[in-house]
């Protein structure tokens, strides 16, 4: 079931997403070499405890951090750990905060010193397709014109999608219905509505969009080795249109 958020829940979601995206910016200015992913979570850790907000992640499924760390093939949910970033890196950061029983859910990749002209491409094309998606989510329009609008830009450019995982609807849950893939067609799916909150989040391969999971149980990594980005936001759909939650 979809359920649909009154003006005062989407006014703390707002506050959820503030802070999640604050969140995220706390992690993106500490990415540079020389920098452990667990000093990246612990950064954000402490901001989100700052701001009388819960990390959404810690604990949730037993994951042992409050962000998400992956680095060039991973695509999502590394562990933080004694892991140090290298130049070159890219370091993909999601992270999510609750307040007052609602969720902020966003992520974004950040470079490390200078990274290879195929990175910068797949970082700007991952965050140009997380746009076209949000511009998309329009109250009448389909979560497949929402797919569409990710799968029909980064496809010519000769970029994967990831299929295996996809966004998803978010309130007092972290994941809600409805599903949000990064591959669709438009017309398809369910109708949007004003009052839905989604978390869009495309997960863009620079080569096949196939993945596995490390033993770990948890990082999700490219088949083929490729890099990998991820670009995120919440987004509450509005008679007015789209407007993005997730921001600082
Ligand atoms: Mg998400």
Redesign the pocket.
């Known amino acids: 079931m979809i359920v649909l958020k009154t003006r005062s829940e989407l006014d703390l979601m707002r506050i959820a997403g503030r802070i999640s995206a604050q969140a995220l910016e706390v992690g993106g200015e500490m990415v540079r070499p020389g920098v452990t992913t667990a000093q990246i979570n612990s950064a954000i850790h402490r901001f989100i405890l700052s701001q009388d907000a819960i990390p959404s992640f810690l604990g949730y499924g037993g994951f042992p951090a409050s962000a998400c760390v992956s680095l060039n093939a991973e695509v999502i949910h590394g562990i933080p750990g004694s892991r140090v970033v290298q130049e070159g890196d890219i370091v993909s950061i ?1 992270v ?1 905060a609750v307040y007052k029983g609602f969720h902020g ?3 974004a990749t950040f470079p490390a010193g200078k990274i290879s002209d195929e990175a910068r491409r797949l970082l700007d094309a991952t965050r140009e397709s997380l746009e076209r998606a949000v511009a998309a989510a329009v109250p009448g329009g389909r979560i497949g014109d929402v797919s569409f609008a990710v799968q029909s830009f980064v496809e010519p450019l000769g970029f994967g999608v990831v299929r295996k995982f996809v ?2 609807g ?1 309130g007092r849950e ?2 809600e219905a409805p599903e949000v893939p990064n591959y669709g067609t438009p017309g398809k799916g369910p109708r949007l509505a004003a009052g839905m909150t989604i ?1 869009i ?1 495309p997960m863009i391969n620079a080569a096949g969009g196939d993945v596995k999971i490390l033993p770990d149980g948890w990082t999700v990594l490219t088949v083929d080795g490729s890099l990998s980005a991820h670009f ?1 936001h ?1 987004v509450a759909v509005t008679e007015n249109g789209p407007v993005v939650l997730t921001k600082p």
């Open positions: 999601d999510g859910d966003n992520a966004g998803h978010i972290m994941h978390a989040e995120e919440t």
